[in-house]
């Protein structure tokens, strides 16, 4: 069994949970988030897990997706509006998990190394499920920081520290620029207190502190300038500066102080 397949079902399951605690009038409420609503959110994870799955189940209908959006010049939003904009809210609900674990099922039983169609290059099935924790995690968070709630994370969040890792370069790649040095020592406390390492050790170019906090960096969900993370040498630096783990063209982190858990419950 793959187990990123078991990880992504699981970050869906620990999102949905928070999700449906939440009162009908909060879904259409702005995050932080560029003021992407709860409905908004839930609905652009729900489309892509459906096209995840499609990319086992019926890659045609990938396909056909992926060119009627650019044969449209439709904007990604836009697109999962048209498409699942009908659906109530609680009927969003459930035709996302449905499909999130129907999708996990499908990976699980997959060979990691499959490669898949995508929007972008193809990818192998382990990374598109590692991709679609990533994600599920990522727009997590503004959900836990709009429900005011504290996240309680799992060693899962390992597959978006290594996700942060493996895209070192592609920082700069989707910059045009070139790394200025080799990646830095990473030295990260796991929720389960076991202490993660990445790169080559060294004491001048070094980032030490929480994972969660890590990934909170990489997927964007939070300045590092708002972390705990000890960050030393000007390659770590510029890296933490504007480290991105998705794809698609150069995305700025958010301001500092402008992504947090609110005290209260924004509803």
Known sequence: MMQQAEDFRQETRALNRLVSSLPVAAFNRPTQFKDWTITEVIRHLHFWNKMAHYQLSDPDQLIEHLKQMQARGISMRAYEAERLGHLSEGALLVEWVSWAEAAADLFAQADPKARLKWAGPDMSARSSMTARQMETWAHGQEVFDFAGRKRENEDRIANIVTLGVNTFGWTYATRRETPPGPMPHLVLTAPSGEVWLHGEPT?????????????????????????????TGPVATDWMSKAQCFAGPPNPPPAPGTRFTLTRAAV
């Open 203 to 231: 004491e001048s170019e070094r980032i030490e502190g929480l994972a969660e906090e890590f990934c909170q960096v990489v997927t964007q969900t939070r300045n590092v300038a708002d972390t705990s993370l000890r960050v």
